[in-house]
């Protein structure tokens, strides 16, 4: 077993000594699966009570989630997780209590709400009352109906969070541009061509995000964030985490992140009667522009998410994510033709079909090496 390094030492020491002011040195402490960020979580258990620690080194970087900066590493904080948890508390959601902070060291102690993601009771086959693939959806769609009623009665004054423009989503694409499109275009000029009619295309369509307004966006909104909460009464509640990079942005955002996610595919059907629910509870909010706005948001993130597929495969080595690279194509696609036409036109120009799969990393890493040397 390899020693602590003195950095580790000393963390582990800060970590300690936050226990004891809160009460909880005595806990069994669990490390639980690291966060994809710097964040890493532990389990506390004492008796019969349970909490989760998260520390998150004010020292380490973290990648700064909303498109405001060039250089996009910023230095890691737990403040956004106590401002967000403080205001979607008021908005009415369900999110893990803060019975602690220490923000100077990054160190939290919050409320543990256990194991049952929405993904586990999917996975389970719904043989609890109410945790079957619709009721679980129309949990998931009926917390983002309380949020955005919350947004349209004034929540959205002064809420301190990043409000998003074109700008920012034309941002988070570089990487689209950067660390994907290389792998799947290996000529030098059809990539320079793609890459300029791509630009035009964000002119025409990122202002289409905004059809249907902006509301405070979760921005990481999936069954994998959303848990079942025991609530006291009998039954639970939709507990909602991992929401500190929320934002002001498109209203269609959360909606397109839950309904359109590539690692679950729950099919047009669903996702058709899901966002008729939604809307039913809006019944001002104009249909056509409302689906133009959901359409192009669509495109931001699964492009977006193509991007950081690129960056994983070259800079880290991940290629797991390829496997769901045909999907983020289809749902890319998926009611383009009737919305937004020229987006289908771009594809359909600058990525034939064979292009929409997993890239050979291989060639693709031969090709660039030829094309820099050339």
Known sequence: MSRATPDQERRNFERQDFLVSCGWQNAQVSPLVDDASARKYFRLERRHDTALLMDFPPYEIHVDPHGIYDDPE???????????????????????????????????????????????????????????????????????ITLHRFCDEGGMANCGLVQYGPDNFRKMLASF????????IGDEGKRIAAITAFDRLLDEVLPM???????????????????????????DDCGIIDFQDAAIATRPYDLVSLLR????????????????????AFPDIDRSGFEMSYVATSMVRNFRILGRFGWLAVKAGKTRYFDYIPRCWELILRGAADHLPALEEWVQTHIPDPARKAPDLAKTTTDLTREAHS
């Open 177 to 184: 541009k950067n660390d994907y499109l290389p792998l799947i």
């Open 261 to 280: 996610d590539v690692r679950h595919d729950i099919g047009p059907d669903l996702e058709a009667r899901m966002k008729q629910f939604y809307l039913a």
């Open 209 to 235: 995000c905004w059809q249907a307004g902006e509301v405070i966006i979760h921005r990481d909104y999936h069954v994998d964030n959303l848990m079942l909460v025991e609530n006291g009464d009998g039954g």
């Open 74 to 144: 910023r230095q890691a904080s737990v403040a956004p997780v106590l401002h967000t948890t403080a205001l979607f508390e008021r908005a009415g959601w369900r999110v893990p209590e803060i019975h602690a902070s220490d923000e100077k060291r990054g160190l939290v102690l919050i409320e543990d709400f256990g194991d049952i993601t929405f993904t586990r009771a999917l996975q389970a086959g719904g043989i609890m009352d109410g945790t079957g693939q619709d009721g679980l959806y129309l949990r998931a769609v009926e917390q983002l």
